[in-house]
């Protein structure tokens, strides 16, 4: 089992009302984390949304990044512009 910190940005912290938590499980890429809360139900289905940005220790990635012990990762709406 692997740890991780998952930070939450935006829409996404104000509909879960957390900005961050600790997730345990048997993750290989960031996706697996994403698919683990998005499973939990709830407020969490958000995450399931086909444009969510994401990032592991701080550097924009793609959801089938790899993942050690540790990381920190973060979910984030897409950013629109004007």
Do not use: S
Not at 32 to 52: F, H, I, M, P, S
Not at 66 to 75: N, Q, T, Y
Request: charge should be negative.
């Amino acid at each position: 089992m692997m740890k991780v910190k998952v930070m939450y940005f935006a829409r996404y912290r104000e509909l879960l009302g957390v900005d961050a938590e600790r997730v345990e499980g048997a993750f290989k890429v960031l996706d697996d984390v994403r698919q683990a809360l998005v499973a939990k139900g709830g407020q969490y289905e958000v995450l399931a949304e086909q444009n969510l940005m994401c990032a592991r220790n701080e550097e924009l990635c793609k959801l089938d990044e790899p993942l050690e012990e540790g990381d920190e990762v973060a979910f984030f709406p897409p950013v629109t512009g004007g």
